[in-house]
């Protein structure tokens, strides 16, 4: 009896990191922003630059945490994730977004460029 309680044990040890190590499933209720991606390119730099339309307005975001694939042209969710900043100014524009896939899984895209 005491074996298979240690071996439980060791067995609950050994799993708690996996746990941890996956984090907590996004909830869809909070990706309320539809963004439609019209392109998206990786620059020399290996940046991915994606062209989309968010409440009818242009904008360029990028990320260089995914240079290595593009992202199909389409619609997506998404939220935006808070950015802190020291000094604010109301003219100043800073935002990221957070998009959500199917497979629940996520990327963040920081604006970098806006127009008309």
Known sequence: MRKTVNKLALAVLL???????????PNPADYTINVHVSSARVRQN???????VIDGKKYELESSNYPSSLLAPGDYKAKLVPVKVKDP???DIRK????LFPDNTTRKYTLVGLSE
């Open 15 to 25: 799993f708690l990191p996996a746990l941890a190590w996956a984090g907590t499933v």
């Open 46 to 52: 290996a940046v991915l630059t994606l062209k989309v």
């Open 89 to 91: 100014h109301p003219y």
């Open 96 to 99: 990221t977004y957070e998009f």
